[in-house]
């Protein structure tokens, strides 16, 4: 053996990383340290906000679940599906702003209560933007409350400007505000509910996934029980698995 090629290898006989390997190493380490970390941190604050606010934490389940059918409906990839849900589960998790006397009103809210509870899609999109590898899905929660129409909040984007993930959990979102057992709204049949939806296609929400949803409730049984816990428990697990494959 040459010396060059001794001075390549360990004592051990084994060839030495170049210094570009070791780099590249180390990044892909450091890289899966911080997604499971992230992932700890999502877990961590999901179970916070049920502890909370079992309502709202029920609320994100039951919208993780609806948008991600809606989103496996318009033949989206499997990426975008897991974004998708998980910004379906932390799109409300900035509530945690919010006094218990509005998380737990039964009343009507008052115009500056309102306006602090129209905060909260700025606050959840913070909080999730420190979530390494999660800055696509802190950018959708910020948007959900926009409308087509340009109307909507924070920052009044309209139609396509409205990122897609972000117009894929507002549909879902308005579903379940209006059938939920959590709702603060009046409760809803589904019919009713779909009806409601294609009403306000092509103004509050996206005209062709509002479309795409209601053939999809058509033909599966999808639903959430807001009175059972085990449903809670079942998106998470399913984003438990998102993450480890």
Do not use: C
């Amino acid at each position: 053996m040459s010396s060059a090629v001794a001075s390549a290898r360990t004592h051990s006989g084994a060839p030495l990383r170049s210094g570009r390997t070791r780099t590249l190493h180390a990044a892909r380490e450091r890289g899966e340290i911080d997604a499971v970390r992230a992932r700890r941190l999502l877990n961590a604050l999901l179970r916070s906000l049920y502890l909370r606010d079992r309502m709202t934490a029920r609320h994100s389940a039951a919208v993780a679940r609806y948008a991600h059918e809606l989103a496996v409906a318009t033949g989206a990839s499997v990426a975008q599906q897991r974004l998708v849900h998980t910004a379906g589960l932390l799109h409300d998790i900035g509530k945690f702003i919010l006094p218990d006397s509005i998380l737990q009103t039964k009343r009507g809210l008052s115009a500056k209560e309102w306006e602090l509870v129209k905060r909260h899609p700025a606050a959840s999109a913070d909080i999730v933007s420190h979530l390494p590898g999660y800055e696509q899905v802190a950018q959708a929660i910020l948007h959900h409350h926009e409308r087509i129409d340009g109307f909507g909040y924070p920052a009044r984007l309209p139609g396509n400007e409205i990122p897609w993930i972000s117009r894929v959990i507002s549909v879902a979102d308005a579903y379940d505000a209006m059938t939920g057992r959590d709702s603060y709204s009046r409760l809803r049949s589904v019919d009713d509910a779909l009806a409601e939806l294609q009403r306000v296609a092509g103004t509050q929400l996206d005209a062709r996934l509002v479309e795409t949803f209601v053939e999809r409730l058509g033909t599966t049984s999808v639903s959430f029980s807001h009175a059972d816990d085990a449903d809670f428990e079942a998106e998470l697990a399913l984003e438990h698995s998102f993450a480890a494959g």
